[in-house]
């Protein structure tokens, strides 16, 4: 379900016949943040410059339901691009790009909400306590600016890197490391960035990392360089993504998982670009 506040009944039902599917406009605040908590998306929408109330919802709902996706939609205007710098939201659509925009920012606000979903489940898992942290604090991080490396990672949680990398590395059972784990949440959060109509310098200086790096990344897993990553939907990405470095994590004793690949031995470095050897190869098929 996809929740809508718009500054007039036009501008809501405009949003909802562009969103489609089980969209619906809510007439208040209060009964955006009542029902927000299980709704897939919201949407909150207004005209010109932003008065001070909407700017402080925003911030509200961003803080109190941050796995739900939210998605401003407003006026293209010079002044809105620099103050939308700050606003926590997914992603940002113009009025006047409702039918060709909408819709595909939906789903990619989708995706960043099943990163949150997937740190709940950590929350939830067997896993040691210092490295469940870990990947919980990774996940929701992702969503916005992901931790790019391991000792970054560390320092965020309080935890020697080199007990993090370890404890991944037994759970994972060499099907992926804690260092790729990081760049495939990095590259899943710049594609992301990029199919809202940023280019790559915009993407990596958002993200603070080098377009070589983050091609270099790419190259490794999944296995593209950032033109062709382009051509990837963000489904088959989340998909690939949740196969080669999330499943393992759940179900590490799947065929193969055991074995034929130890675990890593070195320790973590600096870059989250793959460092023990050659990338763990995929899952095998069902």
Same mark, same amino acid.
């Given at each position: 379900?996809?929740?809508?506040?718009?500054?007039?009944?036009?501008? *809501?039902?405009?949003?909802?016949?562009?969103?489609? *599917?089980?969209?619906?406009?809510? @007439?208040?605040?209060? /009964?955006?943040?009542?029902?927000?908590?299980?709704?897939?998306?919201?949407?909150?929408?207004?005209?010109?410059?932003?008065?001070?109330?909407?700017?402080?919802?925003?911030?509200?709902?961003?803080?109190?339901?941050?796995?739900?996706?939210?998605?401003?939609?407003?006026?293209? /205007?010079?002044?809105?691009?620099?103050?939308?710098?700050?606003?926590? $939201?997914?992603?940002? $659509?113009?009025?006047?790009?409702? @039918?060709?925009?909408?819709?595909?920012?939906? @789903?990619?606000?989708?995706?960043?909400?099943?990163?949150?979903?997937?740190? @709940?489940?950590?929350?939830?898992?067997?896993?040691?306590?210092?490295?469940?942290?870990?990947?919980?604090?990774?996940?929701?991080?992702?969503?916005?600016?992901?931790?790019?490396? $391991?000792?970054?990672?560390?320092?965020?949680?309080?935890?020697?890197? $080199?007990?993090?990398?370890?404890?991944?590395?037994?759970?994972?059972?060499?099907?992926?490391?804690?260092?790729?784990?990081?760049?495939?949440?990095?590259?899943?959060?710049?594609?992301?960035?990029? /199919?809202?109509?940023?280019?790559?310098?915009?993407?990596? /200086?958002?993200?603070?990392?080098?377009?070589?790096?983050?091609?270099?990344?790419?190259?490794?897993?999944?296995?593209?360089?950032?033109?062709?990553?382009?051509?990837?939907?963000?489904?088959?990405?989340?998909?690939?993504?949740?196969?080669?470095?999330?499943?393992?994590?759940?179900?590490?004793?799947?065929? *193969?998982?055991?074995?034929?690949?130890?675990? +890593?031995?070195?320790?973590?470095?600096?870059?989250?670009?793959?460092?023990?050897? +050659?990338?763990? +190869?995929?899952?095998?098929?069902?």
């Amino acid at each position: 379900m996809v929740l809508i506040l718009a500054d007039t009944p036009r501008d *809501g039902e405009a949003i909802r016949r562009a969103a489609g *599917g089980t969209a619906r406009v809510v @007439e208040s605040t209060p /009964e955006l943040t009542d029902h927000g908590a299980s709704a897939d998306c919201l949407i909150i929408a207004c005209r010109r410059r932003f008065p001070g109330d909407r700017v402080q919802l925003l911030r509200e709902v961003a803080r109190t339901l941050p796995w739900v996706p939210l998605i401003l939609v407003t006026d293209r /205007e010079a002044g809105a691009a620099r103050l939308l710098r700050d606003l926590p $939201v997914s992603a940002v $659509v113009w009025f006047s790009d409702l @039918e060709a925009h909408l819709q595909p920012r939906i @789903e990619l606000a989708r995706g960043t909400a099943t990163l949150w979903h997937m740190a @709940e489940s950590f929350r939830r898992s067997a896993a040691p306590p210092a490295l469940r942290r870990a990947l919980i604090h990774s996940l929701r991080r992702a969503t916005s600016r992901p931790v790019l490396t $391991v000792r970054q990672l560390a320092l965020a949680v309080g935890r020697s890197p $080199v007990t993090l990398f370890q404890q991944f590395g037994a759970l994972a059972r060499g099907r992926t490391t804690l260092n790729r784990f990081l760049s495939a949440l990095l590259l899943f959060r710049a594609h992301q960035l990029r /199919e809202t109509g940023l280019s790559w310098k915009a993407v990596c /200086e958002r993200l603070g990392v080098r377009r070589d790096t983050l091609n270099r990344k790419a190259k490794a897993w999944p296995g593209r360089s950032l033109t062709d990553l382009e051509r990837m939907n963000s489904e088959e990405l989340l998909l690939t993504l949740t196969a080669d470095h999330l499943r393992p994590l759940f179900d590490p004793a799947l065929p *193969g998982a055991g074995g034929r690949h130890p675990p +890593p031995t070195a320790p973590p470095g600096t870059d989250t670009a793959p460092s023990a050897g +050659p990338p763990a +190869p995929p899952d095998p098929p069902n």
